[in-house]
């Protein structure tokens, strides 16, 4: 399995930044880093992936370390709608196992 | 309209009995998934299909068997249903590109074995 290591949970306030870690130590060369978030009751859905340049989109911005060995998912202003369970998860044989996530709270 | 659609939502019967779970997709996609998710939460591929064939099939029972009639469709029949089946099962779907284009993931059914 591909692993990764998150935090189980954090909080944040309303329309304050939201940096979500993630360590991805065995990852190798080829594999692009992927972020995906759970709503409650329903499927993930895909925020943003990468694969050793920050990458940046609509829903939020993905900076990777140089060794590659973590990555930080940065929701730049967090809403009460962001309150979600958020994977992180690199592939490894063609396909992506998730792991545990991180539950983020947002406090209004 | 719904992109990954599945049926039914909620599946709640009792061991021994055989069930279905159904998943479309309206995107064009190529490649479809069945993963599975546990009471903690993560989640486990189950099978990749890819127009029609399958690509992927991890340690799982053959009591699970996938379906696809064709590349907007695949389902999932479980035969003999145990206690330890009792999750919430997610259809995906992505376009080519392998792992590196975005799954898209129906909301679940949550089955219940009992």
């Known amino acids: 399995d591909a692993k990764t290591t998150q935090p189980n949970s954090m909080e944040s306030n309303e ?94 | 309209d719904t992109a990954v659609s599945q049926t039914p939502k909620y599946l709640v019967t009792q061991m021994g009995n055989d069930k279905s779970i159904k998943c479309e997709q309206n995107l064009g996609h190529d490649t479809m998934y069945w993963y599975k998710q546990d009471s903690k939460k993560f989640l486990k591929i189950m099978f990749s299909y890819n127009n029609k064939e399958l690509i992927i099939n991890e340690t799982v029972p053959n009591r699970f068997s996938p379906k696809s009639p064709d590349k907007a469709h695949l389902n999932l029949h479980i035969n003999s249903l145990e206690l330890g089946d009792s999750a919430v099962y997610f259809c995906a779907s992505s376009p080519p590109g392998g792992t590196y284009s975005p799954l898209h993931f129906g909301n679940g059914t949550r089955l219940t074995v009992t």
């Open chain 1, 15 to 108: 329309e304050e930044p939201v940096h979500l870690p993630c360590n991805h130590s065995t990852i190798s060369g080829t594999d692009y880093i992927h972020w995906y978030r759970q709503l409650p009751s329903q499927g993930p859905e895909y925020v943003i992936h990468g694969l050793t340049s920050n990458v940046n989109n609509r829903m939020a911005s993905l900076a990777i370390a140089e060794d590659r060995k973590s990555s930080t998912l940065i929701l730049h202003r967090a809403t009460l709608r962001d309150a979600a369970v958020y994977y992180c998860i690199f592939d490894a044989g063609n396909m992506l196992t998730f792991g545990g996530g991180t539950r983020l709270m947002v406090k209004p």
